[in-house]
């Protein structure tokens, strides 16, 4: 016989920080790190792998944490956008420039855009426009619009914003 | 918009993947990347009892060069390949077919194996599958059995798989020789959205720009990926004209039988599949004349 109620032990690595946790195998990756957790920055948006809103990075790569169960990330490492800033009460450059750039309207996208761009950023300092592009189009923006999140991008990595 | 509740079984090896479908039949359901899977359980399209994770099992993974196939193991990520260069000079259609699947986000969780079993008629992936005569590898606890990308798509969301079964490697044929080139295109309301119609193409020419060999297919447009051997050989001997590339998508495009739905009626998609057809087609003679090889 199955058993539907078994709870599972996982240890994930999140922002650097070990948890260990007894949890359904049906809790999607998201929601172990907003209910477990308490990290809701991370949000929740269609929940089934459209609007990125809930892009994590696990494993050094960017994924929807919507799309993934928590016990199959038993043993990894994720990165949510709560781990982009350097320390309490500060941003990261990314952060700053959508701060400056108006990248952020009702910021329900904006976690997610944080983390696809940081990704970006990691692998490629200095992208070009088309490559801004590429990498948010897996996330869905309904009001600030794509052009200041994209301004923001490319402001933060450039000489701009490192002397400003 | 949260999966009902399930046992999940972490797979140590193919054979007790096996052994648990074996054992659960219907009720089981292998999850390799999960970005088709996870969001049907989301929706509750799909309600397994019993999920086996195949996500760890190396033996699974991986792209390897043969004479005249490229063999993937099911559970690459999408990703992965994306990135292979080989893949890029010796297999240009597939590399071409994945810069439409989904985002960055889902390739680097989807799997070539994922992509096929869950049969998408509009999906990338069997599409390409499809127009190079894959061959998809089924293991089940009985051995292996190989069955040709034409038998393997039996209708939307239904392959050939049986519930005892896991696809574990696809053979890719690689066309030897020179001046050897294709093409995939497709229409979507976003880039990275299901496409509404798509096409992929490869061809072979010879020294004079005559062709040689040539396979052409759409997705979108019916239950199945579809492919046109007899009348894509109606072009070989003959010079890849615009006129020729199109009287040949357009008969294609007429034995194809599209749904209506809310994003584009069945007479729209079939006219996107001619245009699209005749697109890839005059593509790929360009990238077979420019082939270096």
């Given amino acids: ?164 | 918009m949260k999966a009902a509740p399930f046992d999940y079984i972490r797979a140590e090896s193919e054979a007790h993947a096996l052994e648990v479908l074996q054992q659960h039949g219907a009720d089981a359901k292998l999850v390799a990347g999960g970005q088709s899977l996870v969001p049907m359980m989301a929706m509750r399209l799909a309600r397994p009892s019993v999920l086996v994770d195949i996500n760890r099992l190396t033996s699974l993974k991986g792209v390897e060069n043969a004479a005249d196939a490229i063999r993937m193991g099911a559970c690459t990520r999408q990703r992965d390949v994306e990135h292979d260069q080989g893949l890029r000079s010796r297999l240009p259609l597939v590399a071409q077919a994945l810069a439409w699947v989904g985002h960055i986000q889902t390739r680097n969780r989807g799997t070539v194996g994922g992509s096929l079993v869950h049969a998408d008629p509009s999906a990338e992936l069997p599409l390409a599958a499809s127009v190079l005569a894959a061959r998809l590898h089924l293991r089940s606890q009985n051995g292996v059995r190989v069955v040709d990308a034409a038998e393997f798509f039996q209708g939307p969301m239904f392959t050939a798989t049986a519930e005892t079964e896991c696809l574990v490697a696809i053979d890719w044929p690689v066309w030897e020789g020179a001046r050897t080139g294709s093409a995939f295109d497709e229409t979507s309301i976003r880039h990275g959205d299901f496409a509404m119609a798509s096409a992929a193409c490869q061809l072979q020419l010879d020294e004079a720009g005559v062709c040689q060999r040539v396979a052409l297919g759409f997705g979108g447009v019916d239950g199945t990926p579809m492919v046109f051997p007899e009348l894509a050989s109606q072009l070989v001997g003959h010079r890849i004209t615009a006129q020729a590339a199109r009287e040949i998508a357009h008969s294609a495009s007429s034995r194809c039988e599209p749904g209506d739905d809310i994003h584009a009626t069945a007479s729209f998609r079939r006219h996107l599949a001619t245009v699209l057809g005749e697109r890839v087609l005059l593509k790929a003679a360009d990238n077979a004349r420019n082939a270096s090889h």
């Fill in chain 1, 1 to 164: 016989m199955n058993d539907l109620n078994r709870l599972v032990n996982i240890r994930i690595a999140v922002n650097g920080r070990e948890h260990q946790r007894a949890v359904e195998p049906r809790m999607t990756l998201v929601d172990f790190l907003r209910d477990e957790l308490g990290l809701t920055g991370t949000h929740v948006g269609c929940e089934h792998g459209v609007c990125g809103a809930c892009t994590v990075v696990f494993d050094g790569e960017p994924v929807r944490s919507c799309c993934m169960f928590a016990v199959q990330a038993d043993g990894s490492s994720v990165t949510t956008v709560e781990g982009l800033a350097p320390e309490r009460g500060k941003l990261s450059p990314l952060q700053d420039a959508f701060c400056e750039k108006h990248a952020l309207q009702c910021g329900y996208c904006t976690p997610g855009m944080l983390v696809a761009c940081q990704s970006l950023i990691d692998r490629v300092p200095h992208p070009t426009e088309t490559q801004v592009r590429e990498a948010i189009s897996g996330n869905l923006c309904r009001c600030t619009g794509y052009k200041q999140i994209i301004d923001a991008v490319l402001y933060a990595t450039s000489q701009d914003a490192s002397h400003g």
